[in-house]
């Protein structure tokens, strides 16, 4: 059976606690995800740098944009 989470806060949002120990955890286990592609393929992902020279800087901010709000999203739902 789930407990309902307590909602303390302004909104009926509850209060997050955030620690030194959760960002290292998390920059830890980013580099772990950053490590993989390399370790498993190293000459595709010197392919795929490579590829990123032909796009537009418009298209890269875009994308990059894309990656921030997915991951924004994902620590709404986590936390």
Do not use: H, Y
Not at 49 to 73: N, P, Q, T, W, Y
């Amino acid at each position: 059976m789930c407990a309902a989470r307590q909602t303390n806060g302004p909104a009926g949002v509850a209060p997050v606690s955030l620690s030194l120990s959760d960002l290292l955890a998390a920059l830890g286990l980013f580099f772990v995800f950053e490590g993989i592609a390399p370790f498993l393929n190293p000459r595709g992902v010197k392919r795929a740098f490579s590829k990123l020279l032909d796009i537009g800087d418009r298209e890269l901010r875009i994308a990059g944009l894309g990656s921030m709000l997915v991951g924004v999203v994902i620590l709404f739902l986590v936390r």
